[in-house]
């Protein structure tokens, strides 16, 4: 059993292998905090600038703190099955890179939101910096095959990503009574996501660099 699992761990890239264990630790650390009635939670969550408790290093703890099982595993699994495609084609480095741009791009765009709207609610989850992932699979392998749960036919990487945006966008100004899903900042994951892509690819562009 141990050797089964410490293959499958070095089989996934190192990047995407790192970010599910400290999103892994954060959320049992999350869990037994809260059982002691420490609110630990709080001090990683990303708060309005109005509220009066922002901090600035709250705009990369928000991304790697979930509290609710199934929002981890959801994230997490959208991390496994398309960030070590990511992480394969462009490399750690730029990976990291990309991710951490549309995890904290994600919170600067929710701090906007927060601004116009007078929300006081904090935000917590990777799902900015997963839906730049998403983002950037359909677009550099936007016929690639997704098979969604429920759905017994396959649907085109860019048609599911721009369906989910559209969705988002939907969510985001329908503002439904009881809804706490930070749709703006999913939104600001895939907007950043967009414009790094597409910078990267007029920079390989015109160092002569084709990628297929």
């Not at 839906?131 to 860019?158: Q, S, T």
Request: with cysteine; glycine share 10%.
């Amino acid at each position: 059993m141990t050797n089964y699992n410490n293959n499958f761990l070095s089989a996934i890239p190192p990047v995407t292998r790192n970010l599910l264990i400290i999103n892994v630790i954060v959320w049992i650390g999350c869990y037994l905090f809260d059982r002691l009635n420490i609110p630990f939670v709080g001090y990683l969550a990303l708060f309005p600038i109005q509220s009066g408790f922002f901090y600035v290093y709250q705009l990369v703890t928000f991304m790697f703190t979930q509290i609710d099982l199934w929002h981890l595993f959801f994230n997490m699994f959208a991390v496994f099955m398309f960030g070590r495609v990511l992480e394969k084609y462009w490399g750690p480095k730029k990976f990291l890179i990309y991710y951490m741009i549309c995890g904290i791009g994600s919170g600067l765009i929710q701090l906007l939101v927060c601004h116009l709207t007078g929300s006081m609610a904090p935000t917590i989850g990777a799902s900015g910096a997963v839906f730049g992932i998403l983002l950037a699979f359909g677009m550099l392998f936007p016929n690639a095959p997704l098979y969604l749960m429920f759905i017994p036919i396959p649907i085109k990487a860019k048609y599911f990503v721009i369906g989910y945006g559209i969705l988002e966008l939907y969510f985001g100004f329908a503002n439904r009574v009881g809804d706490n899903v930070a749709h703006f900042a999913h939104l600001g994951g895939m907007l950043f996501g967009i414009f790094l892509v597409l910078y990267w690819k007029n920079k390989d562009k015109k160092n002569g660099i084709y990628r297929f």
